[in-house]
């Protein structure tokens, strides 16, 4: 069963707070719900608390599909880190989750407007092995609470190109699954369709983001920021036609065994870009592409096509 779900950082973001800081949370989730996804994942301004959460997300229908869990492995160690994540596994036990999302932030540059992309933390090849067996640990952890462990590869971090990560992916235990992104694979250089043949077994969730490759290029060429290339709008949603990512390789790829979320997250300044408008459109297309690869959805609400 393949569902549909939508990350309100569209709406709200995360990283840069001053980008949709205006629009209420009731907002984002009506909006949601009316253009057809079933469920969102975490935004900073949801309640931690279960039981507040369900109040807020039940009148609008959705979900919660998982939540981001900032790693910070480098710097603090195992022990500190299951720690640190055990009241946001409690969270996405409570609300039905089956994936937990982790990424190791320690040094990023990622939510750092003055810092550039070649500022990002990386490691060399003797220090990967080490990185790989703690972040296994983790994953152990959380399957040992009901969760899948799903590893979101992030610009600005110490896993970002496509080297980065099949060290990762190489070194990890198979109880690390991975969450493809295809806007940041696109942006770090790599092939969205090409990982994705090459991991679709180990793929667990998948965000479908889009990116303009002339915002991308400038991006890297001239060592912005990421923020500022999100400001400048290198992510935009499928189905836009300024977009130069191919999603029906990923589809394809994953088609055969895949089950759970597709989720669209595509992080744009909304007063440039209506978060309405972008991700009805965004969802129109999905659902086009996932039924041309055989993909099924099981909730063909309002805003399908």
Known sequence: MIRYGVNPIGWINDDDLSLGDHIPLEQCLREAAEIGFEGIE????????????????????????????????????????????????????????????????????????????????????PEWPGFAGALTEIARHV??????????????????????????????????????????AAMAGM????????????????????VRPPVAREAIEKDRSFLDAVRAGVFTVPGDAEGGVDFMPVLRAVAGGYEGWLVIEAEQDPRMREPKAYQSMGLAALRKMAREAGLWGGDERSGGA
């Open 42 to 125: 975490m935004g900073r301004k949801m309640p931690a608390d279960p039981r507040a959460l369900r109040a807020v997300l039940a009148p609008h229908g959705l979900e919660l599909v998982s939540a981001w869990c900032s790693l910070e492995l480098l710097s603090r160690g195992v022990e500190a880190e299951k720690a640190a994540l055990d009241a946001r596994l409690r969270l996405l036990r409570e609300m039905g989750c089956e994936v937990c999302i982790v990424c190791e932030t320690s040094n990023t540059v990622h939510n750092d407007r003055n810092a550039p992309l070649s500022a990002r933390p990386t490691l060399s090849g």
């Open 143 to 184: 399957a040992g609470e009901g969760l899948t462990p799903v590893y979101h590869h992030h610009m600005g971090t110490v896993v970002q190109s496509g080297e980065d990560l099949e060290h990762l992916l190489a070194q990890a235990g198979e109880e690390l699954k991975l969450l493809l992104d295809t806007g940041h």
């Open 191 to 210: 092939d969205p369709g090409a990982v994705a043949a090459r991991h679709a077994g180990r793929i667990r969730h998948l965000h479908l983001k889009n």
